[in-house]
């Protein structure tokens, strides 16, 4: 560490300092003092946690907030395109042919039940295929 550092005893027994010896090799954390230093800074950020989750949930939470709210509002765009053509294509559908109000009620069904069973993965082509 190129930090200059006093020295300080810290009392411990000696099973203490072996499994920070052991630790520190097992860990690649030099020497047993830098094991132990390591481990103060980490036990000193675990009890200062609290404070730091005070701060990070407000703004976590503001920013997922955010990015939600952007996706919402995109893909209601979206839906509003999406309704907007699939009403111009049914109205020019209906003035091109001529059809029973019972033909139109089954198509409608089957495709409701078509929708249902595909999870709404329906294709053009396969519309094809099963007619």
């Known amino acids: 560490m190129s930090e200059k550092m006093g020295t300080k005893n810290i009392r411990m027994t000696d099973e203490m300092m072996s499994a920070c010896e052991k630790y520190a090799a097992e860990y690649n954390a030099g020497n047993a003092n830098a094991f132990v230093r390591d481990a103060i800074e980490f036990y000193i950020e675990w009890l200062n946690r609290e404070r730091t989750e005070k701060f990070l949930t ?74």
Request: glycine share 2%; proline share 1%.
């Open 58 to 131: 407000p703004a976590l939470e503001s920013v997922i907030t955010a990015k939600l709210r952007d996706s919402e509002n995109r893909i209601s765009r979206m839906l509003f395109k999406l309704a907007v053509g699939q009403n111009f294509l049914a109205h020019m559908y209906a003035s091109t042919i001529n059809c029973d109000e019972n033909y139109i009620d089954t198509l409608y069904e089957n495709a409701q039940d078509e929708v249902r069973e595909t999870n709404g993965s329906v294709s053009v082509t396969d519309a094809f295929k099963n007619r």
